[in-house]
């Protein structure tokens, strides 16, 4: 963790104290280049959009995805005040962006919201093979 790591990680900090003093959940994203200039910077918006998906990280990879190309993408690093949920995580990973950092574990935030957390959805699979291969194979080759 560099000396910039921690202005960056500080201002995602005071992006989710900015979130949450306007009324939205206390989460705030950032992405920066190598030279640690900020490209762009969110905040979570779920509950004013109606949209489970409204993550600062998941809007945050989503622009990424969208506007840089993969070698720029690389060098890009996203500075997070809550280490990334699964969904996001996912989304990061496709994105192509280089590096997370985030300040609190999801293990701190388990430990500061006992009532969170979401129930898991049964899910049966996989079957049917042979018939949902057919869509996909030799699409990737």
Known sequence: MTPDD??????????????RAAG????GSLLAGPDGAILIEEHNTVRADRDISAHP????????????DP????????FTSCQP????TG????????????ALSAEQHAELNPKGGFPRVSQDGPALFDEARVPIDGYYT
Do not use: F, N, Q
């Open 6 to 19: 921690e202005r960056l990680l500080r201002r995602a900090i005071d992006l989710a104290a900015e979130s």
């Open 24 to 27: 939205h959940a206390p989460y």
């Open 57 to 68: 990280e998941m809007k945050l990879a989503r622009w990424a995805a969208r506007e840089l």
């Open 71 to 78: 070698a720029t993408a690389a060098t890009i690093t996203m």
């Open 85 to 88: 949920c699964g969904m996001c």
């Open 91 to 102: 989304a990061i990973d496709r994105s192509g962006l280089g590096r997370v950092v985030y």
